[in-house]
């Protein structure tokens, strides 16, 4: 039987956040133009993916900013981090086949490859290709690790440290879209504007966040020597 944990975080937050993510997905997908299935799936997977693991990494710092002390797991900042996985390996699987149909090694390396010294995809495409490759293969690790079982496993300060990671997901994921919209796709602006928010927005607060613990251990370090003193 599910513990009353799970219970209260399947009602609370995996319910909603599920939700949400269906009803955005679902009304991307029924009004984009797009002519078939895939490339349908493949743009209603990709924004609800980069929003949610935005909200994900601008959990920590709202709560630090709020004045409340960092944890090392909270179950809010994981549940949204799971949608997230599950939206964007979703994403990731679908893109695979969307350009190049029954060829995605092509996503890769260059079709006369063996004509080329360097057979890997250096060009804008396999950049955006290759950082979003190893953006989903963080994303799909930190989904996998991201339960009670995993943090006892792995003990808290290695199980933190993996979910770090989280960063060079985000970052290789902000890569990953903005390349596509700006320089393969070219979106429409309110789309474009909708990843940069999402990238500044995290940003920001990841940067005050960092700077407020910083303010605080200095602060906590000094009335420390005080008392010492």
Request: charged share 15%; with cysteine; net charge positive.
């Amino acid at each position: 039987m599910l513990s009353r944990r799970l219970r209260g975080r399947l009602v609370r937050h995996h319910l909603p956040i599920a939700s949400a993510a269906i009803v955005t997905g679902w009304t991307l997908y029924v009004t984009r133009p797009f002519p078939d299935v895939l490339t349908r799936l493949s743009f209603a997977t990709a924004y609800p993916a980069l929003v949610l693991l935005a909200i994900s990494l601008a959990i920590g710092p709202l709560r630090i900013l709020a004045g409340r002390q960092p944890v090392m797991s909270l179950d809010l900042r994981r549940d949204f981090g799971i949608w997230a996985g599950i939206t964007g390996v979703f994403h990731a699987v679908i893109g695979q086949f969307v350009h190049l149909r029954g060829r995605p090694w092509l996503y890769y390396i260059y079709e006369d490859w063996r004509a080329r010294l360097l057979p890997v995809r250096h060009d804008l495409f396999g950049f955006a290709n290759y950082s979003g490759l190893v953006s989903v293969l963080v994303l799909a690790v930190l989904l996998l690790t991201s339960n009670d079982l995993s943090l006892r496993r792995l003990g808290g300060t290695e199980w933190k440290g993996l979910q770090r990671w989280n960063y060079v997901c985000f970052g290789l994921a902000a890569l990953h879209g903005l390349l596509y919209q700006l320089g393969i796709e070219s979106q429409k602006l309110p789309f474009v504007l909708l990843a940069i928010a999402c990238i500044a927005v995290t940003t920001v607060l990841q940067w005050a966040g960092w700077r407020q613990r910083r303010l605080q251990r200095t602060t906590s370090s000094r009335a420390v020597a005080g008392g010492g003193a």
